[in-house]
């Protein structure tokens, strides 16, 4: 089976350039995404007008910004704003509120975490623990549960079988390293056991797969399995 091995564009807006914003949409860029940043600072978005696909000099919690870059049009938004908290709590609101999805926000404190979950935030970010270049591989794999870059082509996913064609099928029969170039290391069953990926262990609706390929045939695969 011969499938198409290009990554398909997608298009992110990060709020905030400070060390963990820039990363993030450097990486982003890097996997040939389009990226709209947003700063107030203007030697910030200066430093980025020839590294992101558009940037912008704006206050993202006027909703009038919002509302014009379509903040709910975009596959995924970052509230990388730093020192302040409010501005930042103040801002994933409104994109919240504006219909955006695949919402990730940074947070500082204890307290902001607890506010950025009850507004309902989808994915809250402490830069001490993650990496910006990772929570970009994450936001564009948002089919992945989980990805890990080991090297510049190639990484480390986890995700659920959700596709009923492989339910039922041994690991043999689905032939997922010669159909889809993806390697399954490991199985995490649906009733709890796990298995090395052998020939014979069988798949089914619910089971995470951790696999290891190439980052472009991962991503097919993230929109298959």
Do not use: W
């Not at 993806?182 to 798949?203: E, M």
């Not at 089971?207 to 991962?218: E, F, R, T």
Request: with cysteine.
């Amino acid at each position: 089976m011969k499938i198409d091995r290009e990554i398909k564009m997608k298009s992110f807006c990060v709020i905030g350039l400070g060390r963990f914003g820039a990363s993030v949409v450097k990486t982003l860029v890097k996997n040939g995404h389009e990226v709209v940043a947003i700063d107030t600072d203007p030697k910030k978005i200066d430093e980025f007008k020839d590294i992101a696909t558009h940037v912008m000099i704006a206050d993202s919690t006027d909703e009038r910004v919002l509302r014009s870059i379509e903040i709910d049009k975009f596959d995924g938004v970052v509230v990388a704003i730093g020192k302040n908290i409010q501005a930042s709590i103040l801002t994933a609101m409104l994109v919240l509120e504006s219909g955006a999805k695949n919402v990730v926000a940074k947070a500082m404190t204890d307290v902001q975490i607890k506010v950025l979950a009850k507004i309902g935030v989808d994915k809250i970010i402490q830069p001490e623990k993650d990496a910006g270049s990772r929570v970009a591989d994450n936001l564009t794999h948002s089919d992945i549960s989980d990805y890990l870059d080991l090297s510049d082509d190639y990484a480390f996913a986890k995700m659920a079988v959700r596709n009923v064609k492989f339910d039922g099928l041994t690991l043999y029969q689905a032939n997922l390293t010669q159909d889809y170039a993806v390697n399954v290391a490991f199985i995490n069953k649906t009733d709890g056991t796990a298995s090395i990926g052998k020939h014979d262990t069988k798949i089914e609706i619910g089971d995470i797969l951790y696999l290891v390929g190439n980052k472009k045939d991962i991503e097919n695969f993230s929109e298959i399995i």
